[in-house]
């Protein structure tokens, strides 16, 4: 049966290559997606500048949230990611170095440095050995004194921008490096964190067992916030946020994965199904001369397995560069490290492979088992027509996916607050297309009554033959609807998610924000005496201190902070009533000195907590901070922030500076005419600029987008996919109809006739489709948008539903027309006796 299978396949090229297509992008998207998990979960960062190190001690950048019950032993323990560099205490450096088979221990600190304008990164000496760094002429820099890379000679004197700080170096030797080399007590100076180092890397006697020395030096550094790291894993110490940034990719491509086989599913079942459809006449003369049930299932089995093997085969060899085009695309944002390895090896393959086998297997087991309820008495009729589709099976599935897709709907309602209401909202979309592409043929026969006046009334003798067709091939013409409905229900709930979410971030910060003017750095951060000589200047309200990080309660117990913690808002004590929107329900911003903190007062009811209680920060460097409650606000709900003096949220982050300066103008004072006078107060300040207050939100807004264009990249990955399904469809439905085209030209219709009777057909298809994927849209995006912003109309421009629905009709309607043109090009007989 296989071969007779195979050997008909010329008489139906398109079906087979509308089917191949299918399985061959769901094998390359779904290969891509497993390559970028892969990656995620090895987290391969080839070490560069401790190269020479076999082993490396670096801070362990994550937190054990605090347990509900700390003496039961059995409840899990969820950990957070610290958004800062954890440093380690430099005497730990001793302690290793006197490890049995440590031939050294280098401490190694690390700090952002601008040479004559260049941006580079600034190391103590004792660290070249490290890499190893050698110098090409002079000697090692001395105090005052850098080692630079080439173009620049012995002797120069040049200007470096550390710390924030301005300062004169004399070049004293150069290297091949284009890092910059301080005496190591000129970096305790400019680095800021004196006592402190970065990484700690060891380097062993020769001959040593390094296990054993690996052994010795975890002892060593048993107790401390310190992880030892040994082979590709010590790229990870250079890169303190890649294993964070890992996650983030771990769970994107795992997301992305599962949707990408849910649609495959469907998109495969939907062209098979179709392409069955379109042999039932065939199939049912096969068993008019005596084939047996059995043996068509079998055929229509054999020639899918035969068919997906190939189609898989191919999308595994386009699947890996794919996979590798995605991962630039993420590295080139900021997303990933670049020095980040992508890998797409044995097990994303054999997924890639598995799903694509086993979805083409299910789908063409579901088709084989309607082709052998063919009857043989069919071969004398137009079998082609399917009237009965609705199973107990396909009923069943219908009102599971739609339960669970209005218990996600209750409980984003119910349950979700602010931006996390879309790990419940975003998932439902799939839930609801599926349900509804159970029900399709029953809703597309409901939608044909109801358009079926209207149509023939505008458009006549096309209308009516286009309607009568439609009713007549309903459960044919749902499954060109299905892949329409999914590509703009994805689309654009994908898409008003994220713009909704951006918007609704973005507003939430610039509501807490009341400044004129904005004081930055390139060099990463400001200098902590900056904002007293803007405070200074004539014309200037007030100015305030800006920094931020994130943070967890480490005592006491707070359910409600999630694995990301709570944000913190550094502000000063003076200044910030004038610089800041938060309104004190009870205490003042005053107050906000020392180690002493500004809650939310949701926050501050979950905590049992009040004006003049104590509570213990953990920072986003790792560091406990006991703080007084000196205030209490009404956050809003989502986006609340903590807030605390900048000096010691600046103490805790990576730059250990202040972000910015917040400057309000006084009453009467025009913006541009301070702004002039604090850029000739910054001008004698290499990288401090001065802006207005729409800089820092366009900053704020950036890093949000960067997530959100994360998910604009893979949605349309999928929304692609769908859509090169829609075309599928179309060419196939269209072109099995040459016979019926053929008749109706015999019986007196005009080549134009039917092209205008199919131009209404991909019209009603395309408006069936649409009309769908709006109603699976709506339903994911209307319970985010209240929750998030208590509106039913998601945040983002309308074209963006004009430009998905335009797309999706625009590509029905062309395939249509175009395939119509082309198969209408024979003479009618030739049609007609070449379809018999």
């Known amino acids: 049966m296989l ?208 296990g054993r020395v690996a052994d010795g030096v975890g002892k060593a550094v048993r107790g401390a916030p310190a992880v030892l790291l040994t082979g590709d894993d010590r790229g990870v110490a250079e890169h303190f946020q890649a294993d964070k940034q890992s996650e983030n990719l771990i769970v994107l491509a795992a997301v992305f994965g599962g949707l990408a086989i849910s649609v495959a599913l469907f998109v495969v079942a939907t062209t098979l199904g179709l392409s069955i459809q379109q042999r039932q006449r065939e199939l049912a ?80 087991f579901v088709a084989a088992r309607r082709a052998a309820r063919a009857r043989p008495t069919e071969a004398l009729t137009e079998a082609a027509i399917q009237r009965r589709w609705l199973s107990a099976i396909r009923l069943i599935l219908a009102v599971l996916c739609f339960g669970g897709g209005i218990a996600l709907f209750i409980v984003t309602i119910a349950v979700m607050t602010g931006p996390i209401a879309a790990s419940t909202a975003g998932p439902s979309v799939l839930l609801w297309a599926i349900g509804l592409a159970l029900i399709a043929p029953g809703i597309t026969r409901v939608m044909l009554a109801v358009l079926r006046w209207p149509v023939r009334s505008v458009t006549g003798t096309a209308g009516y033959l286009a309607t009568l067709n439609a009713r007549t091939r309903t459960v044919r013409m749902a499954a060109v609807v299905t892949p329409i409905m999914l590509a703009t229900g994805i689309a654009t709930a994908n898409i008003y998610l994220q713009t909704t979410q951006v918007e609704v971030a973005k507003a939430a910060y610039a509501e807490n924000l009341r400044a004129d003017l904005v004081l930055s750095s390139s060099t990463g951060g400001v200098p902590a005496t900056l904002v007293d000589e803007v405070r200074r200047v004539p014309g200037v309200a007030a100015a305030s201190e800006y920094a931020s990080t994130t943070g967890y309660v480490a005592e006491p117990y707070d359910d409600s902070q999630s694995e990301d913690g709570w944000q913190i808002q550094g502000v000063s004590a003076d200044g910030a009533d004038e610089t800041t929107a938060v309104r004190l329900t009870s205490g003042r911003l005053a107050d906000l000195r020392g180690d002493t903190v500004v809650l939310p007062a949701a926050q501050a009811r979950t905590l049992g907590r009040g004006i003049g209680d104590t509570i213990t920060m953990r920072m986003g460097d790792g560091a406990a901070v006991d703080v007084r409650i000196v205030g209490l606000y009404p956050g809003r709900e989502g986006f609340e922030t903590v807030l605390m003096p900048a000096d010691l949220v600046a103490a805790h982050t990576t730059s250990g500076l202040p972000a910015q300066v917040l400057v309000r103008a006084a009453p009467g004072e025009p913006a541009d005419a301070l702004a002039a006078s604090l850029t000739r107060l910054v001008a004698d300040r290499p990288g401090v600029t001065v802006a207005d207050r729409d800089v820092l939100t366009a900053a704020y807004a950036k890093d949000q987008e960067i997530g959100a264009w994360i998910n604009y990249l893979m949605a349309g990955m999928i929304v692609a996919y769908t859509a090169i399904s829609v075309v599928n469809s179309q060419v196939m ?45 709506t339903t994911t995006l209307v319970p985010f948008t209240l929750v998030t912003d208590g509106s039913l109309l998601p945040h983002g421009p309308a074209w963006i539903y004009l430009a998905v629905i335009g797309t999706a009709a625009a590509l029905t309607v062309l395939s249509t027309l175009l395939t119509t043109w082309v198969t209408l090009r024979p003479r009618p007989a030739e049609a007609t006796v070449a379809a018999a």
């Open 733 to 777: 439905a269209t072109s099995a109809r040459r016979r019926e085209f053929g008749l109706q030209r015999l019986t007196g219709s005009t080549r134009g006739q039917v092209l205008r009777m199919m131009l209404v057909e991909s019209g009603l298809v395309s408006v069936i489709g649409i009309l769908l994927g709006t109603i699976v849209a």
């Open 3 to 210: 071969r007779v299978a195979l050997r008909t396949l010329r008489f139906r090229k398109g079906a087979f290559i509308a089917s191949f297509l299918a399985m061959t992008f769901g094998a390359v998207i779904v290969l891509a997606c497993g390559g970028l998990l892969e990656t995620g979960v090895r987290t391969e960062v080839p070490a560069k500048r401790l190269a020479a190190a076999p082993l490396v001690v670096t801070g362990s950048q994550s937190y054990d949230l605090p347990k509900q019950n700390p003496g039961n032993p059995e409840e899990d323990t969820e950990s957070g990611s610290l958004p800062e560099r954890v440093r380690l205490d430099s005497g730990l450096v001793a302690k290793i170095e006197s490890v049995p088979g440590v031939a050294a221990a280098v401490g190694d600190v690390s700090f952002p440095a601008i040479v004559e304008g260049t941006p580079a990164d600034g190391h103590d000496w004792a660290s070249a050995a490290l890499t190893p760094t050698t110098l090409t002429a002079g000697h090692e820099p001395g105090p005052g004194e850098v080692a630079l890379g080439p173009g620049h000679r012995i002797g120069e004197r040049v200007t470096i921008v550390a710390g924030a700080q301005p300062r004169t170096f004399t070049v004293s030797g150069l290297s091949a490096s284009p890092d910059v080399f301080f005496a190591d007590a000129d970096v305790a100076r400019l680095a800021g964190h004196p006592g402190r180092v970065d990484v700690i890397g060891v380097l062993t006697e020769p001959g040593a067992d390094l």
């Open 285 to 364: 003369l096969l068993r008019a001369i005596g084939t047996t049930p059995g043996q068509l299932r079998r055929m229509v089995l054999g020639e899918s397995i035969v068919m997906s093997v190939f189609a898989t085969a191919l999308g595994c060899l386009l699947g890996v560069p794919f996979g590798q085009w995605l991962f630039g695309r993420l590295a080139a944002n900021g997303v990933v490290p670049s020095e980040l390895v992508f890998h797409a090896g044995w097990i994303p393959m054999i997924v890639a492979v598995g799903s694509s086998l086993l979805i083409s297997l299910v789908a063409a």
